[in-house]
């Protein structure tokens, strides 16, 4: 499984940006993904899990209420809707499959990463 994230960038506090994350691979679309993000000094932090069918979703507390990730099996794309971003939300965002059979908040339970996209919220 290769995993491509795109859509970071640049914007200021209470804007949005769409994270997406494409998926190589005959059986990624069935495997539950996650999004975690690293801050810069800082360790990897779990932001949002969703299960392989798409209709359970889980999210740190965080980003509830901020945040949606969804996804789209037939594209084997996954996405994480950003709103009311805040300074404290720059990090690198990174994707990641699990082969588990459930979502997970632990970065040891995945086995497949992205590369990860800079998201920058200026104050």
């Known amino acids: 499984v290769q995993l491509q994230a795109s859509g970071g960038g640049l914007v200021q506090a209470g804007g949005s940006l769409r994270l997406s994350c494409a998926a190589s691979?005959?059986?990624?679309?069935?495997?539950?993904k996650g999004w975690f993000r690293q801050a810069p000094g800082k360790e990897h932090e779990f932001v949002a899990s969703?299960?392989?069918?798409?209709?359970?979703?889980y999210y740190a507390n965080s980003v509830k209420g901020r945040f949606t990730i969804s996804r789209d099996n037939t594209k084997n794309t996954m996405y994480l809707q950003m709103n009311s971003l805040k300074p404290e939300d720059t990090a690198v965002y990174y994707c990641?499959?699990?082969?588990?059979?459930?979502?997970?908040?632990?970065?040891?339970?995945?086995?497949?990463w992205g590369q990860g996209t800079l998201v920058t919220v200026s104050s």
């Open positions: 969703i299960s392989s069918s798409g209709e359970d979703t």
């Open positions: 691979g005959r059986t990624s679309a069935t495997y539950p």
């Open positions: 990641a499959v699990t082969s588990g059979s459930s979502p997970s908040r632990w970065t040891y339970e995945y086995d497949y």
